[in-house]
T-cell receptor, first 114, second 112 residues
Framework: GNSVTQMEGPVTLSEEAFLTINCTYT??????LFWYVQYPGEGLQLLLK?????DKGSNKGFEATYRKETTSFHLEKGSVQVSDSAVYFCAPLGTGGGADGLTFGKGTHLIIQP | NAGVTQTPKFQVLKTGQSMTLQCAQD?????MSWYRQDPGMGLRLIHYSVGAGITDQGEVPNGYNVSRSTTEDFPLRLLSAAPSQTSVYFC???????????FGPGTRLTVT
């Protein structure tokens, strides 16, 4: 089945710093790729997605590009805010056409200090 | 729309007890899933359903049962609770395999 590797953290940055969270995956074929975010005490919510190679997903200042050659989907933001503190999950669609849902990485805990 | 709702929010069980975690969605989504979240483990799929009457096992199904009698509801049953089932449980739903997955707020379960 599909699998994901992402940096676990915690990753601690100062406000307005540049953010990169690395994500690489192994998969059969070219699945859709997702980033989800989990704020403290809440469920997960979609941050952005890309459905095919070279697609760039973006939302709330975050971006990630589907890199087929390197099987990567790194998350970036130019200037982070304290409110970005959360856990971020990289997730390719599962095998079998996605009927079984997403394959989640272990999550990266991001802490932004003022 | 309420989205995906889960009850209860918190639960404490003794080893050997049984209980049902409730999940409901009002978006008419065909696909529903149950995950558990443990520290350092990310989210792991327990069971999923692709429509009413159809369920299948995920990565960690042992000790759990599910059924899908209606499109809206997807309850998760713990047959005989064990301390290893202490976790946060999330229910999720989506319209198609490729579409965004909507998560409930979670149920925090402690088994003593």
């Amino acid at each position: 089945g599909n699998s994901v590797t992402q940096m676990e953290g915690p990753v601690t940055l100062s406000e307005e710093a540049f953010l990169t969270i690395n994500c690489t995956y192994t998969a059969t074929g070219y699945p859709s790729l997702f980033w989800y975010v989990q704020y403290p005490g809440e469920g997960l919510q979609l941050l952005l997605k890309a459905t095919k190679a070279d697609d760039k997903g973006s939302n709330k200042g975050f971006e990630a590009t589907y890199r087929k050659e390197t099987t990567s989907f790194h998350l970036e933001k130019g200037s982070v805010q304290v409110s970005d503190s959360a856990v971020y999950f990289c997730a390719p669609l599962g095998t079998g056409g996605g009927a079984d849902g997403l394959t989640f990485g272990k999550g990266t805990h991001l802490i932004i200090q003022p | 729309n309420a989205g995906v709702t889960q009850t209860p929010k918190f639960q404490v069980l003794k080893t050997g007890q049984s209980m049902t975690l409730q999940c409901a969605q009002d978006m008419n989504h065909e696909y529903m899933s149950w995950y558990r979240q443990d520290p350092g483990m990310g989210l792991r799929l327990i069971h999923y359903s692709v429509g009413a009457g159809i369920t299948d096992q995920g990565e960690v199904p042992n000790g759990y049962n599910v059924s899908r009698s209606t499109t809206e509801d997807f309850p998760l049953r713990l047959l005989s609770a064990a301390p290893s089932q202490t976790s946060v449980y999330f229910c999720a739903s989506r319209w198609t395999p490729q579409s965004e997955q909507y998560f409930g707020p979670g149920t925090r379960l402690t088994v003593t």
